[in-house]
């Protein structure tokens, strides 16, 4: 297995090369970065696929962003699919979750975004930037339109920031990761068409912060408590019919359990070079297929147009590509991060009284040598093989191997049972007939969830319960549904460890700050919540990681922000809160049918879904 694991590896080819190149007129970003900064793939092969980003093209006063791509055929459907439930909302500034966060992201554009090939900030919403000194002036494209007609204004950038983002309502990581020295940037209205942000310093990823979606006003406060009810509005029982949106796609149609259905906005402000107005699909379509095996069965059926293939299947569909309809595209490491995560939440819920995590478990969990144990039991090498059939590397850090801020002097260890019972045992840890019991007498079994229907992560459950019980500790795996699971992290906390990923940036680690951060609304490790008794400060180690981003964020200059990023790694690391597992390789099939595909290292494959068109094979 490993020898055809490693044929397979030298036979895709990976078609794009990760280079990051910084405008040098910006003075907001990493300044010194360039090309050779970044780590490239010593296998890759060099391909002529630049993205040409597109370009602001003002016709009759409406200011178009031009489409640089050849032009394209309209009409067709592109079919893709969910894992799991489906989404719990449509709500982008509510959304905690991948699936959601995409079907919001289909519909709602920020005022700059990310070139899909350098990581470089570019325009989007926003027709262009002026910078003095701490004032970001910001102008909008005149003429450009919500999917009603409404015309897009500053008052719609005014109310997003000020009354939704900066007031704190639905999810609080952007503003959360806004603040600088613990305050918010402030932003005020020049005219119609022009805001001005005031920050207290220079911030390293402010920009990239303003990617967030912009809401519609009109649309958000067409009820007078729209507010008080913010956290169900766009819920998934809204009329698609009502909702109102600036993306390339609306809602057409949403299905529980089956699909989500959206279709084409007529007043979307990209054209191609003919002036014509994209997207060209007509329709998007995500199934919601339930777990992993239904959604193989369903791209082999020709059901669905595009599929990211795990490691156990790569080689039978590589083996009938050239005789396909399909084409397969390596992508290098993932940009996210498989962990196994530990509960170190020692407080008390002020309404019950009662400890989130039962004492004796507090003392195991916040016990370091108990933590590093777990990590030593753990056998990466055999996930590997074994889960991800060798498409994948063994990962200790917090940043992806993709990521130019990844931490390469962390190497890792081998999977060391005698180190994990000497880490053990200088903890008071015993060992009798292969259980183990701590220092009061009290057997060691803890559980362990992940959501159902993802049968990577189960897998991986299954392979880390005969891991740990190789050091005495029973482990009970369950895995549950993603809403239940969600709900034990964010609101009831009576969890042990669980097997979870996360979506990162490769060149912006601030956007962790949500997960690192002690306050923060992701800090799965040690979540805290309005129910806690206060008093209890963060451990040590999350004191140093909190200041850590503060810090870095106000750093312009790469190879300074690099040593507190290199700094915080190492520290999880050392403290294994959250124990890290394998980088996946991504590897995609997709349609021959589909055009105008720009494979990224950085964005994947169907990020310029507005650009993509279908051009079915006349044979």
């Known amino acids: 297995m490993k020898r055809v694991a490693r044929i397979i590896l030298t036979v895709i080819i990976i078609l794009v090369v990760?280079?990051?190149?910084?405008?040098?007129?910006?003075?907001?970003?990493?300044?010194?970065?360039?090309?050779?900064?970044?780590?490239?793939?010593?296998?890759?092969?060099?391909?002529?696929?630049?993205?040409?980003?597109?370009?602001?093209?003002?016709?009759?006063g409406i200011d178009y962003l031009q489409s640089q791509l050849p032009v394209g055929k309209f009409g067709g459907e592109f079919i893709s699919s969910t894992i799991g439930e489906g989404p719990k909302t449509f709500n982008p500034f509510t959304s905690t979750d991948a699936t959601s966060s995409t079907m919001a992201d289909a519909m709602y554009d920020g005022l700059f975004t990310s070139n899909p090939m350098t990581g470089e900030v570019i325009p989007k919403l926003a027709k262009n930037l002026e910078i003095k000194g701490n004032k970001y002036i910001i102008r909008l494209r005149k003429g450009i339109q919500w999917s009603d007609g409404k015309p897009i204004t500053a008052d719609d950038v005014l109310f997003t920031w000020k009354d939704i983002i900066f007031a704190g309502l639905g999810n609080t990581?952007?503003?959360?990761?806004?603040?600088?020295?613990?305050?918010?940037?402030?932003?005020?209205?020049?005219?119609?068409?022009?805001?001005?942000f005031t920050i207290k310093k220079q911030f390293a990823p402010f920009l990239r912060m303003l990617s967030a979606p912009i809401a519609p006003k009109h649309y958000f406060t067409k009820d007078k408590n729209w507010a008080k009810n913010f956290d169900r509005f766009l819920s998934t029982n809204t009329n698609p019919k009502t909702i109102v949106s600036s993306g390339?796609?609306?809602?057409?149609?949403?299905?529980?359990?089956?699909?989500?259905?959206?279709?084409?906005?007529?007043?979307?402000?990209?054209?191609?070079?003919?002036?014509?107005?994209?997207?060209?699909?007509?329709?998007?379509?995500?199934?919601?297929?339930?777990?992993?095996?239904?959604?193989?069965?369903?791209?082999?059926?020709?059901?669905?147009?595009?599929?990211?293939?795990k490691g156990?299947?790569?080689?039978?569909?590589?083996?009938?590509?050239?005789?396909?309809?399909?084409?397969?595209?390596?992508?290098?490491?993932?940009?996210?991060?498989?962990?196994?995560?530990?509960?170190?939440?020692?407080?008390?819920?002020?309404?019950?009284?009662?400890?989130?995590?039962?004492?004796?478990?507090?003392?195991?969990?916040?016990?370091?040598?108990?933590?590093?144990?777990?990590?030593?039991?753990?056998?990466?090498?055999?996930?590997v093989q074994n889960i991800a059939n060798g498409m994948a590397t063994p990962l200790f850090t917090a940043e992806s191997p993709n990521g130019i801020y990844y931490n390469e002097k962390i190497k890792g260890h081998s999977r060391d049972l005698q180190k994990a019972k000497e880490l053990l045992t200088s903890s008071g840890f015993v060992i009798k007939n292969k259980k183990l019991y701590d220092k009061?007498?009290?057997?060691?079994?803890?559980?362990?969830?992940?959501?159902?229907?993802?049968?990577?992560?189960?897998?991986?459950?299954?392979?880390?319960?005969?891991?740990?019980?190789?050091?005495?500790?029973?482990?009970?795996?369950?895995?549950?549904?993603?809403?239940?699971?969600?709900?034990?992290?964010?609101?009831?906390?009576?969890?042990?460890?669980?097997?979870?990923?996360?979506?990162?940036?490769?060149?912006?680690?601030?956007?962790g700050k949500n997960v690192w951060n002690s306050n923060g609304p992701l800090h799965l490790f040690n979540q805290r919540s309005q129910n806690d008794i206060s008093g209890v400060l963060p451990y040590p180690f999350e004191k140093r990681i909190n200041d850590i981003f503060d810090k870095a964020s106000l750093?312009?200059?790469?190879?300074?922000?690099?040593?507190?990023?290199?700094?915080?790694?190492?520290?999880?690391?050392n403290e294994a809160p959250i124990i890290y597992l394998y980088s996946p390789i991504r590897i995609f099939a997709i349609r021959r049918k589909i055009k105008n595909l720009y494979p990224s290292t950085l964005s994947g494959l169907t990020y310029n879904i507005e650009e993509l068109y279908i051009e079915e094979d006349k044979k």
């Not at 613990?182 to 805001?195: A, F, M």
């Not at 750093?555 to 690391?573: A, S, T």
Request: charged share 30%; proline share 4%.
């Open 312 to 383: 156990g299947d790569v080689a039978r569909y590589k083996a009938k590509e050239c005789k396909s309809n399909y084409v397969i595209y390596n992508l290098g490491a993932d940009n996210g991060t498989m962990f196994l995560a530990i509960n170190l939440n020692n407080r008390k819920n002020k309404q019950t009284g009662k400890y989130y995590v039962p004492l004796k478990k507090q003392r195991w969990f916040q016990d370091v040598n108990f933590r590093r144990a777990i990590d030593f039991a753990i056998d990466r090498k055999s996930m």
């Open 555 to 573: 750093c312009l200059k790469f190879n300074e922000r690099k040593k507190y990023y290199d700094e915080y790694q190492q520290i999880v690391y």
């Open 440 to 511: 009061y007498g009290n057997r060691v079994e803890i559980d362990l969830s992940t959501n159902a229907g993802n049968t990577e992560r189960e897998a991986l459950g299954v392979m880390i319960k005969q891991d740990l019980s190789d050091i005495g500790i029973q482990v009970n795996f369950k895995p549950i549904e993603f809403n239940s699971l969600v709900n034990k992290i964010t609101n009831s906390f009576d969890w042990d460890t669980i097997i979870l990923g996360l979506t990162g940036s490769p060149v912006e680690p601030h956007n």
């Open 173 to 196: 990581s952007t503003r959360d990761s806004m603040l600088i020295d613990g305050e918010l940037p402030k932003i005020r209205k020049i005219d119609n068409y022009t805001v001005e």
């Open 248 to 309: 390339a796609y609306r809602l057409k149609e949403y299905v529980p359990a089956q699909r989500v259905v959206f279709e084409r906005n007529p007043n979307y402000y990209l054209i191609n070079k003919k002036g014509e107005k994209l997207p060209y699909i007509n329709k998007i379509i995500y199934l919601i297929v339930g777990d992993i095996n239904n959604q193989i069965l369903k791209f082999e059926a020709n059901e669905l147009d595009e599929i990211s293939l």
């Open 18 to 60: 990760c280079c990051l190149v910084i405008r040098k007129d910006n003075p907001n970003t990493d300044l010194t970065i360039n090309s050779s900064d970044v780590k490239k793939n010593p296998d890759a092969i060099e391909l002529d696929l630049d993205y040409p980003t597109p370009k602001t093209k003002t016709i009759n």
